[in-house]
């Protein structure tokens, strides 16, 4: 009895996750020498099963339908030819930690959802002619996304309210480093989290935008940017401090809750409008605001 326990319970183990490696992902593998090599496909039943794992994508990826990476641990997608590129259906990204992106070139909508430590860099969002596509994130804690280039692409930032104060200020980060958003693109920026949390942004070598550009900030944050450019937009740069239900305020006993804007040797250039801050009728009382431009 114990002896046939045993063996079902590592069967069991077995069939529920993979060993950490190395997998290829192509639409055509017999024209690739390295293994094992698969569609997506093969690897997109249940991704959570392939923790700590590399995923190395070669040529064309055509999804046939919506991909789901959930409750994945270090796993990285990355391009290994000239012009690695993802078409098709969205890739969505749930409740994960340590995802890396790079050197890929999407021509479908990417979701991240509820994740921390997902970096993106040295990759192109672009989509086909005449259609907009969307690269969007709802709470996705010490965020880096660098050497990206955004063309047709809406990127959406969000960031909302944990369910319940924390007895510590929790910390996160968002990193935007030479980003550029050119033809069709745009940017919005959505912090509504009031005090359950801080975040501290920088935008460092950020060119944007030929489509929306908006930022709605109503939480506790450190924004920063420095060195970037706002051209020929439709609405100009458009900073709106706005309020949330009081239900969302979290206190911290020894604590200063400030919030703070810094724009440092930046451009604005070429906008039907101007630089245009607004606050909204009710602000955080608790929260001090302060705006600086050098």
């Known amino acids: 009895m114990s002896l046939l326990l045993v063996v079902v319970l590592l069967f069991f183990s077995s069939s529920c996750s993979v060993s950490s490696g190395q997998y290829y992902v192509s639409d055509d593998c017999s024209s690739v020498t390295q293994?094992?090599?698969?569609?997506?496909?093969?690897?997109?039943?249940?991704?959570?099963?392939?923790?700590?794992?590399?995923?190395?994508?070669?040529?064309?990826t055509n999804i046939?339908?919506?991909?789901?990476?959930?409750?994945?641990?270090n796993v990285t997608l990355h391009g290994l030819d000239q012009s690695p590129s993802i078409n098709g259906f969205p890739i969505s990204v749930y409740y994960s930690d340590?995802?890396?992106?790079?050197?890929l070139s999407f021509h479908c909508s990417v979701t991240v959802h509820s994740s921390y430590n997902v970096t993106i860099t040295n990759s192109v969002f672009a989509s086909d002619p005449g259609t907009m596509a969307f690269t969007s994130t709802y709470n996705v804690f010490d965020f880096k996304v660098s050497s990206v280039i955004f063309t047709g692409y809406e990127f959406i930032i969000n960031y909302n309210p944990l369910p319940i104060c924390s007895s510590e200020l929790l910390h996160y980060s968002l990193i935007l480093t030479s980003v550029n958003f050119t033809t069709g693109s745009g940017m919005t920026l959505h912090i509504q989290h009031s005090t359950t949390y801080n975040v501290s942004i920088i935008f460092d070598l950020v060119e944007c935008c030929a489509n929306i550009l908006e930022f709605s900030l109503g939480?506790?944050?450190?924004?920063?940017?420095?060195?970037?450019?706002?051209?020929?937009?439709?609405?100009?740069?458009?900073?709106?401090?706005?309020?949330?239900?009081?239900?969302?305020d979290c206190t911290y006993p020894g604590i200063q809750l400030t919030s703070t804007l810094i724009l440092e040797n930046s451009q604005f250039y070429n906008n039907r409008q101007g630089l245009k801050i607004n606050s909204g009728e009710y602000l955080l009382k608790a929260v001090n605001y302060y705006l600086h431009y050098y």
């Open 35 to 60: 293994s094992p090599c698969n569609p997506l496909s093969v690897y997109a039943g249940d991704m959570s099963q392939y923790n700590s794992t590399i995923f190395y994508f070669i040529g064309t």
């Open 64 to 73: 046939e339908y919506n991909v789901n990476m959930t409750s994945v641990k």
């Open 98 to 103: 340590h995802v890396t992106i790079s050197n």
């Open 219 to 248: 939480g506790l944050f450190n924004f920063f940017i420095i060195n970037s450019s706002f051209h020929d937009n439709v609405s100009g740069f458009s900073v709106l401090f706005v309020g949330y239900s009081k239900s969302s």
